[in-house]
């Protein structure tokens, strides 16, 4: 029972600290800052690990609410000249979507070929009955160790 504990208060801990805390003025509250009814901030990073022929992208979503449905929508994996090089669409069973939540966040490693430079453009979701949306942002350009 006491593992379960602290598991939990851990478990919280955790999504507590990837929450931004930024102070606010009455003004900022009449001036609607979110991305949108359903999405409050979204983020993904390209980035090399070191590991030959891997690129990793790390990801963070928070909607307004719990969603049925939060997280990457797909990611369109880009050669440096903006070719397609690959579409990955986000699934749970790929952990790029989460279900009856707010957050979601996680890495996902691209296998990639050594020496080429690629960047990424991340389709971020939040869905629930009444409706959803998307947005989408460009990581920066990566080369492939």
């Not at 949108?36 to 790390?58: D, F, P, Q, R, V």
């Not at 749970?92 to 490693?109: D, P, Q, R």
């Not at 453009?121 to 947005?135: K, L």
């Not at 990581?139 to 492939?144: I, K, L, P, S």
């Amino acid at each position: 029972m006491k593992k379960r504990i602290v598991a939990v208060l851990l478990s919280f801990v955790i999504v507590v600290s990837f929450v931004p805390f930024s102070a606010f003025s009455y003004e900022d509250e009449l001036n609607d800052t979110k991305a949108s009814s359903y999405l409050n901030m979204y983020t993904a990073s390209l980035s090399s690990k070191g590991i030959t022929g891997k690129l990793t992208l790390a990801y963070q979503v928070f909607a307004t609410h719990n969603m049925d449905k939060v997280g990457v929508f797909g990611i369109i994996v880009r050669n440096n000249d903006g070719t397609i090089h690959n579409i990955i669409w986000g699934t749970t069973s790929n952990g790029l979507l989460n279900s009856n939540t707010w957050f979601h966040a996680g890495s996902y490693t691209l296998n990639l070929t050594s020496g080429n430079t690629y960047y990424c453009t991340v389709i971020f979701v939040a869905e629930d009955a009444n409706g959803g949306d998307t947005r989408s942002i460009i990581t920066q350009h990566v080369t492939c160790p």
